[in-house]
T-cell receptor, first 111, second 118 residues
């Protein structure tokens, strides 16, 4: 079975803290994605990566950065967390043109 | 550019009655289309996908969807709802045949919450 693992399921951080959300996939997928999910807004793409060290901004990249140093790992970084970044974050991965697999999500609360 | 519109934010049915969740899309390229389901506090599970083969696609748990290019629609149906179908459903489009980095991008609909009454 394909696994997309988000190591932190529930986090509480303070405003201004630097936050790392980690995602690991075990299928050698070239594409990896970070989304945030908010009630009434559905899922919105923050960043995606189509290869190691390659990235492209999604629809809402402001306040976020990403890192992909190894093919299996894609990290989302909040340089200075703010309360409007309280949300659920979903990581996903896929081969190009193939099924997209999602992690279980990371619930982040910024206080 | 691509977009997805799920026409109903909430759908309520009785157990044993048919389910219809509506999705319209627009895409500059020939799209791949997906339906995902999300149960509370869970990640997204793939129900079915259309990738330019048969226009009627069968998925898991008795769901199916029909791709209608002329109507730019990909509605999700199930003949008989079960209590366990209560969840949020997302219609997703990704471009195929496009080059470059757009190849891996997904666009999600807003989601439809399905409620099933006993």
């Amino acid at each position: 079975d394909v696994k997309v693992t988000q190591s932190s399921r529930y986090l509480v951080k303070r405003t201004g803290e630097k936050v790392f959300l980690e995602c690991v996939q075990d299928m050698d997928h070239e594409n990896m994605f970070w989304y945030r999910q908010d009630p009434g807004l559905g899922l919105r793409l923050i960043y995606f990566s189509y290869d190691v060290k390659m990235k492209e901004k999604g629809d809402i990249p402001e306040g976020y950065s990403v890192s992909r140093e190894k093919k299996e790992r894609f990290s989302l970084i909040l340089e200075s967390a703010s309360t409007n970044q309280t949300s659920m974050y979903l990581c996903a991965s896929s081969f190009t043109g193939n099924t997209i697999y999602f992690g279980e999500g990371s619930w982040l609360t910024v206080v | 550019a691509q977009s997805v519109t799920q026409l109903d934010s909430h759908v309520s049915v009785s157990e044993g009655t048919p389910v219809l969740l509506r999705c319209n899309y627009s895409s500059s390229y020939s799209p791949s289309l997906f339906w995902y389901v999300q149960h509370p506090n869970k990640g997204l599970q793939l129900l079915l996908k259309y990738t330019s083969a048969a226009t009627l696609v069968k998925g898991i748990n008795g769901f199916e969807a029909e791709f209608k290019k002329s109507e730019t629609s990909f509605h999700l149906t199930k003949p008989s709802a079960h209590m366990s179908d209560a969840a949020e459903y997302f219609c997703v489009v990704r471009p195929t045949g496009a080059g470059g980095t757009s190849y891996g991008k997904l666009t999600f609909g807003q989601g439809t919450i399905l409620t099933v009454h006993p």
